[in-house]
């Protein structure tokens, strides 16, 4: 079965129109490629561009971004290999968030942290009941594992609908590890708020129990390229909790079936969205010391 190609990222990012503060973290992308060393999983349901890490570094410093931390996309399974190699390669500059599962064996885990990766990414992410995404691992094996997960210090970054956070949570309340809710809880930001499950998420984060990554927000509505729907969650996020707040651009931003974003623009919206500089400063540089120790 052929898996659908995604389409390459803008070429072109915006200058953005606030200088980015010195130190800041970008906390969510990935790396794909290059292909030929690198090559995708056959049990994936998409095929990215080839996005490596020149290019990625490249566009951090035309947005004036010191550090990222690269998450492992579905497409490479639990072949961490294409991360791990560009942790290699700026090691003072980034961290990474793995996908591994209950096979992995405590050396391995440990080698992997020496090399920068402090969490861990399960998969959630259902429809009927099934994960939409081929290439992920599932909760039970982080239930399994948790433990030593913790043990080295990881979070578990959970790719999750927060309508059916509601559900899952009682099978996480309690576990040792961070827990760090990727892209606002995959919201349709055209449906509004109230949304289901994006209350009990605002009160985790509230309660300081979740992390939460703003980030995604073209996921939710496809209202380019202000996406206008998605900032009353943003700001009810942010204003919950900004201390357990990070931010990211999901580049290369594959997958996806919505006209492609630029991130200078996205860099642009998440300044004019979080207009406070000081809780600015304290998401994009404070806070990813905390969480991913950089």
Known sequence: MMQPSCAAPDPNPRKPEIPTPPGACECHSHVFGPVARFPFGDQRSYTPPEAPLEKYLALHDSLGIDRGVLVQGSAYGTDNSAMLEALKQAPHRLRGVAVVDNSFSIAELNRMLDSGVRG???????????????GGVGIDDFLTMHAPLADLGWHLQLWIHCRDLPEIWPRLDGCRTQIVIDHMGRIDATKGIPYPGFDFLVRLL?????????????????????????????????????????WGLDWPHSALDATMPNDGTLLDLFNEWTPDADVRRRILVDNPVLLYGI
């Not at 073209?218 to 357990?244: I, K, M, S």
Request: hydrophobic fraction near 35%; charged fraction near 25%; proline fraction near 9%.
């Open 206 to 246: 509230a309660e300081g129990k979740v992390w939460v990554k703003l980030s995604g927000i073209y996921r939710g509505t496809d209202n380019w390229p202000g996406y206008p729907e998605a900032r009353p969650f943003h700001e009810a996020l942010v204003n919950a909790n900004p201390d357990q707040c990070v």
């Open 120 to 134: 861990a990414r399960f998969n959630h992410l259902l429809k009927d009941g099934k994960p939409i995404f081929k």
